[in-house]
């Protein structure tokens, strides 16, 4: 079997608190049932396939491993299942701390309304579109990093598979739907897949033009979320300054602004045509 160096997991973050401590007790089981059956850590690292280093790291709670590392430990140390099982808890901490509180709230809502100035939402991103943008990001995210950060937000697109699902409204500038991030290939993909999602009935895509003389969006991005109880919380950078905030005053405007967006928007229908339209043109290119 070769050895991966690299691939079983990740770093913890040190401000996890919650994260490290799950990991630094995944860790110590991993060690603990190692020694209790006497395997040393060279012969237990080329048993499962991967490096010594990595196996001291995920033993000393430093790196978060992936379910195929528990499941080759479980076989090889024999443990009848007991090592598998801790995939469960490993899975709640293996996104960064501010996108599992994203994705728990988008997990209770009820409604979503989206718009980001500056590239194509997350929710829609395909993975070749996000790894072209977090490659982009100066100073530069580690390898380890992208590809956290990508599981992630793949792992946030459960929200388009509850029944019944959310209200989702997204505004999407033209200009992120013509920029050919990660190749026209890439560009191409991300075009398909706007136009699959929007076709489910609780998703509305609008398009806002570049040639619209009156934006209500110059300001930035806007984020609201709302809830079965009623409640909701909203962001945007020219909102307390960007924190999440759930006070009428500061939701009624953020409510505001994204009514006015919307309305300057191209319609759901015009905007499928239009994203129809870019798909062709990429075509040709």
Known sequence: MSVQAEEPGWEVDPDDEWGVAVIATVGRQLKLRREAVGMRVPEFGKAIGYGEDLVYKVEGGKRIPQPEYLDRADEVLRAEGLLAAM???????????????????EAKAVELQLYDPLSIHGL?????YARA????????????????????????????????????????????LRRPLGGRAALRSQLEHLLETGQQRNVELQVMPMDREEHAGVDGGIEVLKFADGSAVGRSPVVANGRPVSEPRHLRILELRYGIIRAQALTPRESTAFIEQLLGDTCTT
Do not use: H
């Open 87 to 105: 995939k469960e808890d490993v899975a709640k901490v293996r996104y960064p701390k501010k996108v599992r509180a994203l994705a728990k709230m």
């Open 133 to 176: 943008l977090l490659m982009m990001r100066r100073p530069a995210y580690s390898a380890d990093e992208v590809e956290r950060y990508i599981a992630a937000r793949v792992a946030r697109k459960s929200v388009f598979e509850r029944d019944p699902g959310p209200e989702i409204s997204f505004v999407l500038e033209e200009w992120t």
């Open 124 to 128: 829609l991103q395909t993975p070749e």
